[in-house]
């Protein structure tokens, strides 16, 4: 059973910068699609990046130019780099997974962490 954990959220001053990091276990996702969502008080959670198991990349318009996501398939894990933060990037960010599980695409979440940036 997959297990996500993510690590690096906090508080930043607006226009300060964060690392989150997601690391995997249970088994290797090097060859599953992996992402970050976000979810703010009284919104629906919303894709943030993806990223393929060709590195091949996906942002949300809000954040591109700002965010970057990378893998590190030999780790287990994904992070995003976020830059230029603003209060509206406020939210608990999840680490996801697309995994083949019983013949079907099923999405694995991590338990999310908080990103609170200050004006």
């Known amino acids: 059973q997959v297990q996500l954990v993510e690590s690096g959220g906090g508080l930043v001053q607006a226009g300060g910068s964060l690392r989150l990091s997601c690391v995997a276990s249970?088994?290797?996702?090097?060859?599953?699609?992996m992402g970050w969502y976000r979810q703010a008080p009284g919104k629906q959670r919303e894709l943030v990046a993806t990223i393929t198991s060709v590195r091949t990349t996906n942002y949300a318009d809000s954040v591109k130019g700002r965010f970057t996501i990378s893998r590190d398939n030999a780790k287990n894990a994904v992070s995003l780099q976020m830059s230029s933060l603003k209060p509206e990037d406020t939210a608990v960010y999840y680490c996801n997974a697309v995994v083949l599980s019983g013949g079907r695409f099923t999405n694995v979440w991590g338990q999310g962490t908080q990103v609170t940036v200050s004006s």
């Open positions: 249970g088994r290797s996702l090097s060859n599953n699609v």
